[in-house]
Structure formats: structure tokens, C-alpha cells
């Protein structure tokens, strides 16, 4: 190769003799590090209770409400009973609603999961109906074992939703007309299981019974489990804080996860007295138990597990979800199925509550109370938005407001009018927040 190819050196002239060169910048040190940018909004938490308070109205400003609507909503209640009759917070009216609210909590528990992939399951009630129907005709009409009986009327939900999930997902069916369908089909199923008498009573001391009619008599029941949920969340909070810190990531301080755990202890304990300590108490219900495991394990699921993430992702963009490898029709009908497994769980907790399998188990106002205890409690109606515990918020609400005006004497359909009214605010909160997030450019 010619000299004239050559390129030229550093400080070397390019263009003949005259020519002035500047000299070379001189290289950075390998050791400096970039300085990463760090989001404002994720330092208001070291201003104290100013960056709190910061952090918080640009979060409702943004239109993330989150549960808030909800907990104000129940103190109005609270207070508002309350002043009407001074029954409303004693121990045998908090058990009702815990007891009261497991059946149908747990039906919602499933909805959740369904709503949050932006859809809608209107078979809950009459697959709830196939479920007791399916334990009665083995255990009570058949002799079969209890414990038998029981896993089977729960694997017949799980096949019922899975069923509406293949009709969904697989053949493109909409959900509202397969679920609907369910809703007539199986329907006719569970009065024809029953027969011509129509119910088969729940037999004395056996398991069903027990779902809502045992009480752990001793103290240290309820105080237990009390302590063992604080622990718990106390542990949850420490252990996303140490994960975030390993990732990186700013994490909650150590002040404002004591002070969190001192809000939610708290209101367990005072929980545990009144079921404990005040005159005509019984003691922790069972019910409450087990709404409360399905409540720790569901959200487990939805948070903490790659199908949950999943779920998230097809409810907010089903496309997308697909073009980033999730297989949706798996989710789809998976999500269909625990939603199916679930509603046959809570019919057995309403047979319990009803003192058997009937033909009328599940009918009624049964589907409209379990999807509005979902969307009351902060479950979005448009997909990708939501949490487990809605369902408990919810469902609390709804049986806050029919255990008070029971105690008040007020007829059903003043129940059902303040129901429908106190759905459409939520509703109307949920429009509205989503609303406010776009124009935020939050959503």
C-alpha cells in the first residue's frame, strides 16, 4: 500500500507542512463510573413524613386510588351502623360477617383472576350449585367417604371451568356467551342431581357442616393466628425489601415497615378480642380460617409466580402477551378452571350455611354479590388491575352493609338498592381512576 493511504497519527499533519493540529482530548479514566439517574419520585420517602405525604397526592392526583376508596368506605360503615345500633361491632355480628363472607369470598377469590384478564365468568353460582349437589349425591345418597366426597365436588369444578376455558380460548367462543350457557346448563344439571325432592340435607358433625359451624373455642386460637399474620406480613415486607436492595432497587425503609406492622397488628389483635373476649363470643370461626388461606395462597400465586405475572400480562394486552412468547390459551383456561374449582369450594360453604344441597343453591342474587365484592373491593372491570384481597375487602363491605341494616330491620330489597349503589360508585371510581391515569400519561 502507497504512503499517501496512510492514516495519518495523532498530532501527526494531515494536510502537508503548515497545517496546525490540535492536540488529542486526553482519555477518560477507566475508572470513572457513569452516574446512574434515579427517579425522583423514588427519594420522597427520605423527606419523612413530608415525602410521604408528597408521594402520596401525586398517587391519587395520578388516579392511583389503590384501596383507599375501599377502607374509607368501611369506616363510613363502621361509624354509621354503629351510631344506629350498638350490636353492629359486637362479637356475635363481626363472626357473622367472617362466617358469611368465606362462601362467597372464595367464589370472588376466583372471579378476581378472571377480571383481571379482562373477562367474565357468569357460571360461578350454578357451578357453585353443581359442587354441593356432586358432595350430597356421594356422601349423603352414596355413603361415600367425606373427604372423598369433597375433593370430588371441587375436581368437578375444576372440570366445569376447564371446560368453559377450551370453549374460550381454543374455539373463540366469547366467555360471556360460554359462561352464560354454563350458567343454564349446569344449572338444569344440579336440579336433576338432587332429584324430585329437590335437597339433600348436610348430615350432623361432618365436614361440610363444620366449615361454618365450628368456632376454635380457645383464646389462643384466635390470637394465634393473629400473630402468626403479622409475622407473616412483617416477614413478606423485610423480604421484598431485601430483594429489592440485592436488585439495586430504592426499598422501604426499616421505620416504615415497623410502622406498617404495628397498623396491621394492631387490627388483628383487636380482631382476636372481640371474637375472643366480649360476652356471647365464640371464638375464631373455621370459616374465617380457610377464606384466609385461599386469600395467602391465591396471592402467592398471583405475585410471586411466573403464571400470576402471566395473567397480569394477558389481561393488559392479550397480543402483546403473545408476541412475548406467553402461551394465552393455556393461561385462559387455567385462570377458567381455578375460577371453576373455587366456585364448587364456596358452594359447599353455602350449603353449610343453608343446611344442605338444594336446587335453589347458588340461583339468586348469588353470582351478582360474588362479582361485586371483586369490583368493590378494587378489582378492575377492564382487565390488568387488581389484587387478591379484593375479594376480602369487598365481600366485607357487602356483608358489612346487609349484616347492619339486618340489625336495623330494613326489608331485602333496601339491601339490594344500597348494594347496587355502593357497585356503581365503585365503578364509577375504577372509570374514573383509569381515566385520570391516561390523561397522567400513567396508564
Keep these: 500500500m502507497s504512503d499517501l493511504t496512510k492514516t495519518p497519527e495523532p498530532g501527526t499533519p494531515a494536510d502537508g507542512p503548515g497545517t496546525a493540529t490540535a492536540p488529542a482530548a486526553p482519555a477518560p479514566e477507566a475508572s470513572a463510573a457513569p452516574i446512574p439517574a434515579v427517579d425522583p419520585r423514588l427519594l420522597v420517602r427520605e423527606e419523612g413524613l413530608k415525602g410521604y405525604w408528597t408521594e402520596f397526592t401525586r398517587k391519587v392526583r395520578g388516579g392511583e386510588l389503590g384501596s383507599l376508596p375501599v377502607f374509607i368506605g368501611l ?68 355413603g361415600m367417604n367425606d373427604w372423598l366426597a369433597v375433593a370430588i365436588a371441587l375436581l368437578s369444578g375444576l372440570a366445569l371451568g376447564l371446560l368453559h376455558g377450551v370453549f374460550f380460548a381454543k374455539i373463540g367462543v366469547p366467555a360471556f356467551v360460554v359462561t352464560l350457557a354454563g350458567f343454564l346448563g349446569w344449572s338444569g344439571l344440579q336440579i336433576w342431581m338432587l332429584g324430585s325432592e329437590g335437597s339433600i340435607n348436610t348430615p350432623s358433625g361432618g365436614i361440610v357442616e363444620n366449615l361454618t359451624g365450628y368456632y376454635f373455642e380457645d383464646k389462643a386460637a384466635a390470637y394465634g393466628l393473629a400473630l402468626v399474620a403479622v409475622l407473616g406480613y412483617a416477614a413478606s415486607l423485610l423480604l421484598d425489601a431485601r430483594r429489592r436492595k440485592a436488585a439495586a432497587l430504592p426499598s422501604r425503609p426499616v421505620s416504615e415497615i415497623v410502622l406498617r406492622t404495628a397498623v396491621v397488628a394492631v387490627f388483628c389483635f383487636v380482631v382476636a378480642y372481640v371474637l375472643n373476649e366480649p ?141 347496587g349503589a355502593v357497585l356503581l360508585a365503585a365503578v364509577v371510581i375504577d372509570s374514573v381512576s383509569r381515566r385520570t391515569q391516561k390523561t397522567a400519561g400513567r396508564a
Design 75 to 142: 369506616i363510613v360503615i363502621a361509624i354509621v351502623f354503629q351510631m344506629q345500633n350498638d350490636k353492629f361491632l359486637s362479637a356475635s355480628s363481626v363472626a357473622n360477617i367472617a362466617v358469611y363472607s368465606a362462601g362467597l369470598g372464595i367464589m370472588a377469590v376466583g372471579i378476581v383472576f378472571v377480571l383481571i384478564l379482562g373477562e367474565i365468568d357468569l357460571s360461578v353460582g350454578s357451578v357453585a350449585g353443581v359442587g354441593a349437589a356432586v358432595w350430597a349425591v356421594l356422601n349423603v345418597s352414596n
Design 279 to 419: 360476652e356471647g363470643a365464640r371464638g375464631l370461626p373455621l370459616a374465617l380460617v380457610l377464606f384466609l388461606a385461599v386469600l395467602v395462597v391465591a396471592d402467592f400465586v398471583a405475585r410471586r409466580t411466573t403464571f400470576g405475572r402471566q395473567v397480569f400480562a394477558v389481561g393488559g394486552s392479550a397480543e402483546a402477551a403473545r408476541r412475548a412468547g406467553i402461551n394465552v390459551d393455556r393461561v385462559r383456561i387455567v385462570v377458567f378452571g381455578l375460577s371453576g374449582m373455587l366456585a364448587a369450594f364456596g358452594g359447599l360453604f353455602v350449603a353449610s350455611l343453608s343446611g344442605g344441597a338444594t336446587k335453589n343453591l347458588g340461583s339468586g342474587n348469588t353470582l351478582m354479590l360474588v362479582i361485586a365484592a371483586a369490583v368493590i373491593g378494587g378489582t378492575s372491570l377492564f382487565g390488568g388491575r387488581g389484587k387478591v384481597w379484593s375479594a376480602l375487602l369487598g365481600m366485607i363491605v357487602i356483608q358489612s352493609i346487609q349484616q347492619g341494616l339486618n340489625l336495623l330491620g330494613m326489608a331485602s330489597e333496601i339491601q339490594y338498592m344500597i348494594t
